[in-house]
């Protein structure tokens, strides 16, 4: 589909075939955002900060649809919900939560905040919208199922997580500096990059040094 005013690019999904939910299943996109970026917002104590999800969305199916942010153990969780009012048309979505004061949240290299976007998730993960929950929740009760019906679609773009109660315009970074972001959890060379100048050890290894384009999130671990 044609992105919306102001974006290139989105993520999405059609379902291939008309899935019948079992309780434990679900289907999610999860970002997992690292402790580090997420430090600031003080979850757990209280001091906690209020935070605005923000997002464009794009649907064959209209409705009541269901997410979550949870911490990284997955035992503090707040089920969110919002609705796709007109089918096939991108739509802005707001949503404002109020920061969990409980629980244990990350503030390493490890995972933050996950947040997980609902495609279709069984009744042991869904949960009340609009409160924290000390249960696992990715969604919320009676969401839209977008795979349950064969050929729906479901696109987003434009999602922003930010300090406060309500929405700004989204943060447009140079390239250089997302970039630099991605790189900091996996980049890869390739042809004589991988390579590089070294010296073979014998008939079946070689030695070669790797310069690494930004500092990674934790040891990296070589791929052939």
Do not use: H
Not at 13 to 41: P, V
Not at 85 to 113: P, R
Not at 147 to 168: D, H, K, P, R
């Amino acid at each position: 589909v044609t992105p919306p005013a102001g974006f290139t690019n989105y993520i999405g999904f059609t379902s291939l075939a008309a899935t019948s939910l079992g309780s434990t299943d679900y289907f999610i996109l999860r970002q997992k955002i690292e402790g580090y970026n997420t430090a600031d917002l003080n979850f757990g104590s209280a001091s906690a900060k209020t935070v605005t999800l923000s997002f464009q969305v794009y649907s064959s199916l209209t409705g009541t649809f269901g997410g979550a942010i949870t911490n990284s153990a997955e035992n503090r969780c707040y089920p969110f919900s919002y609705t796709i009012s007109s089918a096939n048309t991108w739509e802005q979505k707001s949503i404002t939560i109020a920061g969990d004061t409980t629980g244990t949240w990350l503030t390493t290299n490890g995972t933050g905040i996950e947040l997980s976007i609902g495609l279709g998730v069984g009744t042991t993960y869904s949960g009340t919208a609009g409160a924290w929950t000390g249960s696992t929740n990715v969604s919320v009760t009676g969401a839209v199922n977008v795979a349950g019906t064969n050929g729906a679609t479901f696109y987003i773009t434009g999602v922003q997580l930010e300090v406060g109660s309500s929405a700004t315009g989204f943060e447009y970074r140079l390239y250089n500096q997302e970039l630099g972001a991605c790189q900091r959890y996996y980049f890869r060379l390739t042809g004589t990059q991988a390579f590089g100048n070294g010296f073979a050890l014998d008939s079946t290894n070689y030695m070669t040094i790797v310069t690494f384009p930004t500092t990674m999130r934790s040891a990296p671990t070589a791929l052939e």
